[in-house]
């Protein structure tokens, strides 16, 4: 049986408080094993088809996205939820487009402008999402320029879309419980 916000609220302000701090701490572990995973995990070059790797990578961040948007739906606590849901789903969708950046820097340093070693990859992810583009790395050949336009298109999905479904979920969450 699932338990109900109307479980929650009949428990002690204190053990509620501890639930919600552990929901977070949770997340910002999960957080901390995948940036971490993805500067100690060997990576030495491209197996497969790069396009298809980075098709399952965000497939499985929208079908994480998708679960964690009908858990917010349902928690006692959604804001603390849909922030634990950012903290997870951010570092995995930037990981996966460092990863890919990485892969494609070692495969052929010709695809940016400089060699890249996994900080760099992470670096470039980090100035594109947040569109700052310093210029000190550039996509040179087609393919990069195609996965980077992928980043910035998910980008703008995730800033957008994703934060504005995030947050509907939580209202329709906190509309059900005044109900």
């Not at 701090?21 to 500067?39: A, E, N, Q, T």
């Not at 197996?47 to 917010?72: H, K, N, P, T």
């Not at 892969?103 to 940016?112: V, W």
Request: charged share 15%; proline share 5%.
């Amino acid at each position: 049986m699932r338990s109900t916000p109307d479980d929650y609220a009949q428990l002690p302000k204190r053990m509620r408080r501890r639930l919600a701090m552990r929901s977070l701490l949770r997340s910002l572990l999960v957080s901390v094993i995948i940036v971490v995973g993805y500067f100690l995990l060997p990576m030495t070059h491209l197996d497969g088809d790069l396009s298809l790797a980075l098709a399952g990578g965000l497939a499985v961040v929208a079908l994480l996205l998708a679960w964690q948007i009908r858990e917010i739906t349902r928690s006692p606590y959604p804001r603390i939820r849909a922030m634990g849901t950012l903290a997870t789903s951010l570092p995995l969708f930037l990981a996966i487009f460092a990863t890919s950046y990485y892969l494609l820097g070692r495969n052929d340093p010709a695809n940016f402008s400089q060699p890249l070693n996994k900080l760099d990859s992470a670096y470039f992810t980090v100035t594109v999402f947040a569109t700052v583009g310093f210029g000190d790395i550039v996509p040179v050949s087609g393919v990069a320029r195609i996965v980077t336009i992928v980043q910035m298109l998910g980008d703008l999905l995730i800033v957008g879309l994703v934060a504005r479904v995030l947050f509907s979920a939580v209202q329709q969450n906190l509309s059900q419980r005044e109900e």
